[in-house]
């Protein structure tokens, strides 16, 4: 495989930790310790290897670089510390920050967990399904939520759901009650967010 810098130095200057994979030696173990590693196509070794090889294309629309569950067992395993989750997290958000979507779930299921947190500083563990059911419609919220219905049901023994009415989306759902300081955690978020975005430029 040709190796070509374009996409790997954009990578490494724009992406959180990107530069870390400078000193992956392939050795997999990456690969081999993910706990979803049968779902990929792409393990990280072989994203380092495709971003070193300049597809950028292949690598910023690869549904696994937004598959990572931040199990952690990658970063603590590796034997050179290449903070592995964080480079894919950083690889997704910098995907959906150039306008590519590579799981469009993950995606939706992101902005109402990030926005509960923004807004509130905690998560609902009843808004947040059923804001993310809501995003494709009533109808097919109906749905999902159907097709969720077992993990609702696990939560609800385990005494982390209370029973809530189903709200249409053209109701508002009561919001969460704020954490103390939620204006200085949105502040820092705020700040966060424009040191990414001046990264990114």
């Given at each position: 495989?040709?190796?070509?810098?374009?996409?790997?130095?954009?990578?490494?200057?724009?992406?959180?930790?990107?530069?870390?994979?400078?000193?992956?030696?392939?050795?997999?173990?990456?690969?081999s310790?993910?706990?979803?590693?049968e779902?990929?196509?792409?393990?990280?070794?072989?994203?380092?290897?495709?971003?070193?090889?300049?597809?950028?294309?292949?690598?910023l629309?690869?549904?696994?670089?937004?598959?990572?569950?931040?199990?952690?067992?990658?970063?603590?395993?590796?034997?050179?510390?290449?903070?592995?989750?964080?480079?894919?997290?950083?690889?997704?958000?910098?995907?959906?920050s150039?306008?590519?979507?590579?799981?469009?779930?993950?995606?939706k299921f992101?902005?109402?967990?990030?926005?509960?947190?923004?807004?509130?500083?905690?998560?609902?563990?009843?808004?947040?399904?059923?804001?993310?059911?809501?995003?494709?419609?009533?109808?097919?919220?109906?749905?999902?939520?159907?097709?969720?219905?077992?993990?609702?049901?696990?939560?609800m023994?385990?005494?982390?759901?209370?029973?809530?009415?189903?709200?249409?989306?053209?109701?508002?759902?009561?919001?969460?009650?704020?954490?103390?300081?939620?204006?200085?955690?949105?502040?820092?978020?705020?700040?966060?967010?424009?040191?990414?975005?001046?990264?990114?430029?």
């Amino acid at each position: 495989m040709d190796y070509k810098q374009d996409f790997a130095k954009e990578v490494y200057e724009k992406v959180d930790s990107g530069a870390e994979i400078k000193v992956c030696m392939q050795c997999g173990v990456c690969a081999s310790t993910c706990p979803l590693r049968e779902h990929m196509k792409y393990s990280p070794r072989k994203i380092w290897t495709l971003i070193r090889a300049g597809r950028r294309q292949e690598v910023l629309t690869s549904p696994d670089i937004m598959l990572c569950t931040s199990c952690y067992t990658c970063k603590v395993r590796c034997p050179r510390g290449i903070p592995v989750i964080d480079v894919m997290h950083g690889l997704a958000s910098y995907a959906l920050s150039q306008g590519i979507t590579p799981r469009e779930e993950t995606a939706k299921f992101g902005s109402v967990f990030w926005a509960g947190i923004y807004g509130t500083g905690r998560v609902d563990e009843a808004i947040v399904p059923i804001q993310y059911c809501l995003k494709d419609g009533l109808v097919a919220g109906l749905k999902k939520s159907l097709g969720m219905m077992d993990i609702g049901l696990s939560l609800m023994k385990a005494k982390r759901l209370k029973p809530k009415m189903f709200i249409p989306p053209n109701i508002a759902i009561p919001p969460s009650h704020k954490i103390k300081g939620i204006k200085e955690l949105q502040r820092m978020l705020d700040k966060a967010k424009a040191l990414g975005a001046r990264k990114e430029g």
